[in-house]
């Protein structure tokens, strides 16, 4: 089983390029969400989808955009990449739990991370 | 504006000491709280609380909520090397939004 799958592992951009963080969920989860973890620091949500169409911002969007335009993709898109924005990225997925006819949002699966350095 | 935090931030112990890790919260429409096990790379799941005082147990870890007070705690008896890790509490509520607090990093010493 894939689960959630995030390219690329590790990347080095330079201040002002852009470029796209992906992430693939095999699992027909309706929500996905986007997390960045700076060291020693939790999780910090940049964007979530409840479905494809739909997207919101977390606590930190700023400088980050997120299309869903399929439930199983979730791509997170650097426009013009600042220092502050090294950090390793978090991919999640999970389901609303109506979807096993269980009550509740259920457990987040995660995928590995990118780690983004911003030169 | 919803809050989580974990104590202590950091932990050592001997393998066979047991430990209690703390979590507190504040937020909005609370639905439930999740407890992952963070080693080198994504977080696993080991925990889902919903409920007051329903313990949660997997093998030498186990759960417990409190909402009146609105906290958590994870025990972890009889502590192995391979526990060694961090420890996110989360939560999650009614607006579909997780939040974390910044994790409990547990040594354990051989």
């Known amino acids: 089983n894939a689960g959630v799958t995030q390219t690329p592992k590790f990347r080095i951009l330079k201040i002002g390029q852009s470029m796209t963080l992906q992430c693939t969920q095999d699992?027909?989860?309706?929500?996905m969400y986007w997390y960045r973890q700076d060291p020693g620091m939790g999780l910090k949500l940049i964007y979530y989808?409840?479905?494809?169409?739909?997207?919101d911002k977390g606590e930190v969007p700023n400088g980050y955009n997120v299309s869903r335009s399929t439930t199983e993709d979730f791509p997170l898109r650097l426009e013009l990449a600042a220092p502050s924005q090294t950090s390793v990225y978090f991919c999640a997925s999970s389901s609303s739990g109506a979807q096993q006819g269980l009550d509740g949002n259920q457990p987040q699966h995660f995928g590995d991370g990118t780690r983004l350095s911003i030169l | 504006e919803d809050k989580v935090v974990q104590s202590p931030l950091s932990l050592v112990v001997h393998e066979g000491d047991t430990v209690t890790l703390n979590c507190s919260y504040e937020?909005?429409?609370?639905?439930?709280l999740l407890w992952y096990k963070q080693e080198k790379k994504a977080p696993t799941f080991l925990f889902m609380l919903t409920s007051s005082g329903i313990e949660k147990k997997s093998g030498r870890l186990s759960s417990i909520l409190d909402k009146k007070e609105l906290f958590s705690i994870l025990n972890i008896t009889a502590t192995q090397t391979g526990d060694s890790a961090v420890y996110l509490c989360a939560v999650f509520d009614y607006g579909q939004n997780f939040v974390f607090g910044p994790g409990t990093r547990l040594s354990v010493l051989p």
């Open positions: 989808s409840v479905g494809a169409g739909i997207t």
């Open positions: 937020v909005t429409n609370f639905r439930s």
């Open positions: 699992m027909n989860h309706n929500y």
